[in-house]
């Protein structure tokens, strides 16, 4: 059994939303405030806590902000239910096959007072679940900005007592704590209740005299043993020590391996969902892999199947909540939904404002990538090329892709100097923008999965294409590549009705061939001679030509060049000149950017 899909109706962000799951792992991401925290706390809602203590609750003002209707609610599928589970799950199968069962939950304050309980539902007719029907899904929650040091190493026994209770095996926990018992017969004690016997004696004596003895509790129970004990960690093969002298990062990894313990001792559950908000706290990305993997691990192992196939399955399945490229690089393309705050269409930017201002509120909307129309061969591309760098363009609303690493590093450089010089206001936009080198001229799955809407939503609110004429590579009277695919992406572009979301700029040659054109010579030059210091005859014998030769000529020279230290020496020579002439196709992409 596993969720596909969660429901959600006036909660929070949402309007009205529905969320896809993957089989195994699903991870959210997506810009700050944009709803995953509320996808998250939803599963809470419906779900039941692995710990039976519930830390989350229906209340008001989760009914989405300036809603007429003052309700919500929540209603989650799972799919591939197996024969016992069918039984078990009865009054929430949502057909005669009885493979899907659906839990809902409606909170409606309408005309009430609070506290206000909510009311849950089961299956195709909305009826009362049966008794410990529900219990059978079950959810652990990792939250964002953990104090790891002090859920392990602090007075607060939460996690060591769910451990010590997951290891009993049958042990009545009375028993277990009696034999974890200290005892008290060190001399050092006597001698502290002579101390205080003399004086206690003469304060009680004749009155109601009293007898006093130190020592531990005499009626200790297992959690007054789990909040006295402390987890200490250490390097591999050095003694552990107290946590304090641990970094966060390793004490967030060891708070994330006791819960995972938790995790494969349960075994009563159809299925626990593990919520793990920012995974990558505290971790640097080597961790963050580690965490990710690990996580991914486990659910695979929970899906083996169990020797009685009448008991509870056991599966576990995973949601992280994230704002780590990191993370999102390191999966499949298929496990990620992005989550976009976005005004409804009727709210839509248009040119002209509304003559009567409405009030504007954002709505959460989810794009899952497994379910954009891609064909195999581009998801294979996006999977590939998806690595931290290019992840970045998940994230942020406004995104550049280039052809290469050298527009990368040369186009902030140029927009902080010169277009957007003195501009604060739009060298912030611009800051926020995702460059995307895209490590080739096939533009066309990355301007799909930024333009494809799904539930009204796409990945990018603005998005600029820069790429390179070619002109020196076709014969004479023939179109420009660089002009062709930009017809295709503006097509492209028209079939998702994003027309107004992309812009598309292409030079005639090349980089390089274009900075020179622009009137940049002598800073080109300098750049050119700093790479190659013995070929100044060269470059004189390309510059003295004009047009066509010129352009193709200057092209050859820099085709041995690494384009990475070329756009490093460029940009420090921009840094240094105040005659840099912006090439004019550039200057058109940033400004288009920060629009």
Request: a negative charge; one cysteine or more.
């Amino acid at each position: 059994m596993q969720p596909t899909e969660i429901e959600l109706t006036n909660f929070r962000t949402f309007s009205q939303g529905t969320v896809y799951f993957q089989p195994k792992l699903t991870v959210l991401v997506g810009e700050n405030n944009g709803g995953k925290s509320n996808i998250i706390d939803a599963i809470r809602l419906i779900s039941t806590p692995l710990s039976g203590r519930r830390e989350i609750y229906c209340e008001e003002s989760d009914v989405r902000f300036g809603s007429t209707e003052r309700a919500f609610e929540i209603a989650a599928t799972f799919s591939g239910l197996s024969a016992p589970q069918q039984g078990r799950l009865l009054s929430a199968t949502t057909d005669d096959s009885m493979t899907v069962a659906k839990f809902g939950l409606k909170y409606d304050t309408t005309g009430k007072r609070p506290p206000v309980r909510p009311t849950l539902w089961a299956g195709r007719f909305k009826s009362v679940p049966e008794p410990g029907c529900q219990e059978m899904i079950r959810h652990v929650y990792l939250p964002p900005l953990r104090d790891a040091k002090r859920a392990l190493a602090s007075g607060n026994p939460t996690r060591i007592n769910a451990l010590l209770n997951h290891f009993l095996a049958g042990r009545d926990p009375d028993d277990v704590a009696k034999s974890l018992a200290r005892e008290a017969d060190d001399p050092i004690l006597t001698n502290v209740d002579a101390a205080v016997t003399l004086g206690l004696d003469a304060l009680t004596t004749g009155v109601r005299q009293q007898s006093a003895s130190l020592g531990f509790s005499t009626e200790e129970k297992l959690i007054d043993i789990a909040r006295d004990l402390r987890f200490k960690l250490s390097d591999y093969g050095i003694k552990p020590e107290d946590l304090r002298y641990s970094g966060h990062g390793f004490a967030n990894l060891l708070y994330m391996a006791t819960i995972a313990v938790e995790l494969e001792k349960v075994d009563n559950a159809d299925l626990t969902l593990f919520l793990v908000e920012e995974p990558e706290a505290h971790l640097h990305p080597q961790l963050q892999a580690a965490v990710l993997s690990f996580l991914e691990e486990r659910a695979t192992k929970s899906l083996t199947p169990k020797s009685d196939p009448n008991a509870p399955a056991g599966h576990m399945q995973v949601l992280v909540a994230t704002h780590s490229p990191n993370l999102s690089a390191w999966v499949a393309s298929s496990e990620i939904v992005v989550i976009r705050s976005t005004f409804p269409e009727s709210f839509q930017e248009t040119e002209e404002p509304p003559a009567v201002l409405t009030p504007r509120r954002r709505e959460t909307r989810c794009i899952p990538i497994a379910r954009l129309d891609l064909t195999d061969a581009e998801r294979r591309k996006i999977d590939r090329y998806l690595d931290v760098t290019k992840s970045a363009l998940l994230f942020g609303g406004r995104v550049i892709l280039v052809e290469g690493i050298a527009e990368s590093l040369l186009i902030p450089v140029i927009a902080k100097h010169y277009v957007l010089k003195n501009r604060i206001d739009d060298l912030r936009k611009f800051r926020s923008v995702a460059f995307v080198p895209i490590d080739g001229v096939d533009f066309t799955p990355y301007v799909k999965i930024l333009l494809m809407t799904f539930n009204g939503a796409r990945i990018a609110d603005r998005l600029v294409v820069l790429t390179d004429g070619d002109k020196t590579t076709v014969a004479v009277g023939n179109d420009l590549p660089g002009d062709k695919r930009k017809s295709a992406l503006n097509a492209l572009a028209v079939a998702n009705d994003a027309r107004q979301v992309l812009d598309v700029f292409v030079n005639t040659y090349s980089l390089e061939a274009e900075i020179v054109a622009a009137g940049n010579v002598s800073i080109m030059k300098k750049v050119f001679l700093d790479l190659h210091p013995q070929s100044e005859q060269k470059w004189e014998a390309a510059i003295s030509l004009t047009g066509d030769d010129q352009a193709k000529s200057i092209q050859n020279l820099f085709t041995t060049t690494r384009k990475g230290d070329f756009a490093q020496v460029l940009a420090e020579q921009i840094n240094r000149s105040a005659h840099f002439i912006v090439p004019d196709y550039i200057g058109k992409a940033i400004e288009a950017l920060v629009k």
